[in-house]
């Protein structure tokens, strides 16, 4: 009994702190268990530079420790979700987590694979790259009209290694997801939607409502229920999580080093 005392005091003490987060705003309600996390540079369409990066590799690892949160919501900040990987010349590829990228990479997959609680999309602007592979992570999202929704990677000579190999093939099927993700096709909301990418589209104003309602709704049901019943869907995903994503970051990695004007 001691033991399990001092486990629940040091799980209250994990907590989301606002503090640690530079590039998501953090915001938790303790009334509703839900967490908002806003990623916040819209100054660059809320592209991932090295700072978020290294942010998203903790930051659902953190949502599922803190024992306040009972559902996540996942947004950004003014007119797009994310514009995916920051290409800006000043970019190092460096780390705040004593991780490589690529290891980064995969935190950021497979913690929302492993994340229990609810995570609900309000994607309220264009999810490129990075930006639509958490879109499309997400348990339930929700996707502004007048939205697009793409992985650029091929276009940058570079397989499509940071998850989108690993969901869109579950959600649109393996031939589609093989068009999509070789061709680099953006698509539009009501496409992404058609084929499953997202679960609904609304009119933009309507996009962080609807998210926060379905947050709070699942919020509030037991948890072992909506738990459980994710971990047991789930792990199909982590089935093919653990399967595909090594290789695709490899594949990704090695073609770093590569010249893209040579051959393959």
Known sequence: MIYVNVHVEERARAMLDPAAYRTIDVVVDGATGVAVLTLNRPDKANAVDDVMHSELSTVFAAAQDDARVRAVVLTGAGRTFSAGGDESGTREYSTATGRTPIEEARHIVEDIVGLAKPLIAAVNGHAIGLGAVLATLADVS??????????????????????????????????????????????????????????????????????????????????????????AVNRLLALACGTVLPLSLALEAAAMEHDASGPP
């Open 142 to 231: 929700y996707m502004a009209e007048s939205a697009k929704l793409g992985d650029l990677h091929v276009h940058a000579a570079l397989p499509a290694g940071n998850g989108a190999a690993v969901i869109w093939p579950l959600l649109v099927g393996l031939n589609r997801a093989k068009h999509l993700l070789m061709t680099g096709e953006i698509l539009t909301a009501a496409e992404a939607e058609r084929f499953g990418l997202v679960t609904r589209v609304v009119a933009a104003p309507d996009v962080l409502p609807m998210a926060m309602a379905m947050a709070e709704r699942l919020a509030a049901l037991a948890p072992q229920a909506v738990q459980g019943t994710k971990a």
